[in-house]
């Protein structure tokens, strides 16, 4: 122990003189305690901005792709009690049923038992939020994110695996023309369940064929048919603009038809990227 006290005592005693602890004071005097403290905060400034940009939007991603998984139960729910048929994106025959109000009663089972409207419309309020994507910023009264991926009913029916075309069928006067029943519109008008529908056994892959989609736009409003109905990508482009190009990094999320959602660029579901077969019609040969 002498020895080691013999070797230190020197480094001890020796005069603070040296370059080095002229640079240590130089360094000490670079800086004041409030500088210090500004930087700090512009560190935390930093940090809540990175978050409220990058953080802030991939939270509002999940909650939508959230909110899609859950129509995606009530569009299961419907097809159970329908003899796994989808829902029409658009019935309008004098009444009109658009998709949205089709599954309603599975978002909220207790509004069949609802007595007076106040009650109705309390039950409403509350599954409305399933419809409305966080990301989107357009102002405007009962607002819907979503739509059904359109069908064109063009290539007639019944439809088969070989059409071009989507799952979103609408039935209004012209289209049931194809049905070559004259009487059906009067009667449709009164029960929907006689107008047919896509089966789910139509879809041979149903995880990769698109059932309900991201359409950001002004006309785009619940229980309405403008807008219920998305035709393509190019669509879902228009409305983005509006807002922002920052909308979910410049994805959408998807809802396929076996349930499960996907954040998919504009030319991963198209396929205008060369890789990629078309999730947008039923059409798996693509």
């Known amino acids: 122990m002498p020895l080691f006290r013999w070797a230190i005592e020197p480094i001890k005693n020796m005069n603070l003189t040296s370059k080095t602890i002229h640079f240590r004071k130089a360094i000490r005097g670079s800086f004041t305690l409030w500088d210090l403290i500004a930087i700090l905060v512009v560190f935390i400034f930093a940090g809540a901005w ?6 802030g939007e991939r939270g509002r991603i999940a909650c939508c792709a959230s909110n899609l998984r859950i129509l995606g139960e009530a569009t299961q729910s419907f097809a159970d009690e329908h003899q796994s048929e989808l829902p029409a994106a658009i019935i309008n025959l004098g009444k009109t049923q658009i998709w949205d109000m089709a599954l309603i009663p599975y978002l909220c089972p207790n509004l069949t038992n609802a007595k007076s409207i106040y009650a109705k419309n309390q039950l409403l309020s509350k599954a409305q939020h399933f419809f409305l994507c966080p990301s989107d910023t357009i102002n405007r009264k ?56 896509i089966k789910q056994s139509l879809l041979l ?31 879902q482009q228009t409305g983005m603009d509006l807002i922002s190009t920052h909308f979910h990094s410049g994805k959408f999320n998807y809802l396929m ?21 078309t999730i947008w019609t039923v059409n798996q040969n693509n």
């Open 50 to 55: 990175y978050a409220v940009i990058h953080t």
């Open 142 to 197: 009962s607002p819907r994110s979503y739509a059904m991926a359109g069908r064109d009913m063009s290539y007639g029916w019944p439809p088969t695996s070989g059409d071009d075309t989507g799952l979103g069928i609408l039935w209004d006067n012209r289209t049931v023309s194809i049905l070559h029943d004259e009487d059906l519109i009067t009667k449709a008008d009164k029960d929907f369940d006689l107008l047919p529908r």
């Open 205 to 235: 892959k149903p995880a990769g064929t698109l059932l309900i989609t991201e359409l950001v736009v002004p006309d785009n409003i619940l229980a309405q048919p403008n807008s219920a109905r998305v035709l393509a990508v190019n669509d």
């Open 257 to 277: 038809a076996d349930g499960h959602v996907e954040l998919l660029a504009a030319d991963q579901t198209d396929g205008s990227d060369g890789k990629s077969h």
